[in-house]
C-alpha cells in the first residue's frame, strides 16, 4: 500500500472517530432521557416496589462515557426538580447530588491532613524502583519488560494507600458521618428526596463501591431512592447474586442488594 493510501485511510479513520463519538452521546442521552421518565414515577420516588430492600440503585455506563454522563447529571437533575407534580398532592423532588471525590477531599482537610497528604504522597508510595537488567532475576516483576519502570507497590504495601483508605474506608466511621451530615442538612431544608452519588471512579481504591453500599444503608432511609452513577459493570446473575466490575475491568465485588437502572428502564422502553 502507497504512502497516499495510509494517509487516506488515516483520514478516514479520523472521518469515523466523530461518529463513535456521536453514537456514545446519542446512546448517553437516550438513557438519560429514559432515567427521567423512570425516576419522575411516584413509585421510584417513594421508594416502593423494591421487596423490602432499600431504594438503592445503579446506573452503570461505560468508562469512555464519564464526561458525558457527568454533563447529563446536572439537566437530570434540573428535569426532576422542574417536572409537573403528578396530582394536587404531588410536588417535585428535590435531588441530592453527592460528588464522592469533592466528599473525600473535605473530609482531608477537616481532618488537616490535605496539604500534608500532597505534599508526602511522593514519598509515601515509596522509592520508584526499576524492573531488573536482562538475565538478572525476573520473576518479582512479572508482566514488565527488563529494564523498564514497573508499577507502584502492591497496594497493601503502599503507604499512601494504607493512610487514605485507613482514613475514607468502611473500618472507619467518618465517611459514614459526612455522609450523614450532608443529608441531615439537605433533609432539614427539604432539599433531599433522593440522593445521586457521584465520583466513585475517582475515590477508587481508598472507597470501594460495594462497602459505600453497605454503609449507605445505614445513612438514608430504607424508601429514599439513592443512586450510584457507577463507570463499569453491574451484572445480575443466574443466583441473583450482582457482581460490580469498575471501569469493566478491575475484578468484581458482589454485591446483591441494588437494583440496576439499566434493566429497569430498557424493561421500561420494551413494556
Sequence with gaps: MSLGDDTHGAQGEARRL???????????????????QYMRSRYFRNGEQTGGEPANFIYAYRPEQELEVRRRIP??????????????QDAAPAVLVIDLYEL?????KDDDVFDEAVEQEPDMHGEEPYAPAAGDQAGAYSGEQAGEPYAWPELQNDDFYR??????????????????????QAAENHEADMVFLTGIGQVYPYIRAHALLNRVQDVFPEHTPVVLFFPGDYEKTATTVSVMRLFGRLDGDNYYRAFSLNTAIMEGVRA
Design 104 to 108: 473525600a477531599i473535605r473530609i482531608m
Design 75 to 88: 439537566v437530570l437533575v434540573s428535569r426532576l426538580q422542574g417536572m409537573d407534580p403528578v396530582d394536587a
Design 18 to 36: 466523530p461518529r463513535r463519538q456521536d453514537d456514545a452521546a446519542r446512546d448517553i442521552e437516550q438513557d438519560f432521557d429514559r432515567l427521567f
Design 163 to 184: 493512610a487514605l483508605a485507613g482514613m475514607l474506608g468502611p473500618d472507619n466511621d467518618e465517611l459514614k458521618e459526612h455522609l450523614e451530615d450532608r443529608y441531615r
